[in-house]
């Protein structure tokens, strides 16, 4: 179980104006469950998955989260080590009782079988953002944190990325927190979707799915994408 429980988070302006940028926001993430995170442009989305990562030090609040603590994240950049093949920039990141661990079928899954050995330089967008996703699932962490994974692709190159990520998750399930800004992707992938204020972030809504993800149809995910608009806009 993941709980956030952020009070305040305040920065310092380049005049020296205190801007808060997260505001008592509260929510809780159930064990292996896969939740997005949605809300307007610069309202403390990436700010909050900074907390939670550990990179964001100094706020009011608390952050705890049970069982196996080990947390990996795939950022809007895939961030490979260009001197180093993919097969090695997932190896890197291995903890010591995963070093004997076999890759293939991960790299299988993710369509990487014959790019083990490529360099970041000879890979499309989309193959490094594979890659990236390779390199967190490998850790077996915990909590798994995405943020905008998916964000400059083109529709299709995204919705394969986004069927790649739900056949690995599935298969290795660990608890997920996404943010995104397309609500369609939060319809297809979430079990829960929490929704964010304008700055400063506080959460206005929760939507829960619990249709199972195979049964969620176009038809499905239009009606879900409009209750998500009705509640952003309601708030």
Known sequence: MLDVAIDSKTFLSANDQELEAVHGLKFSVAPQSFTCIVGPSGCGKTTTLRIILG???EFDGTVSLAGNGRTAAVFQEPRLLPWRTVRQNVELCLPEELRSANLDELFEVLGLTTMTEFYPSELSLGLARRAALAR???TEPGLLILDEPFVSLD???ASRLRNLLMSVWLARPTTALMVTHNLREAAELADTVLIL??????????YAIRESRDQRDSGFINNAVRELEALRTSA
Do not use: M, V, Y
């Open 197 to 206: 204020s304008d700055r400063p972030a506080r959460l206005i809504g929760e």
């Open 136 to 138: 967190a699932f490998a």
């Open 155 to 157: 529709d299709d190159t």
């Open 55 to 57: 990179l964001e030090n």
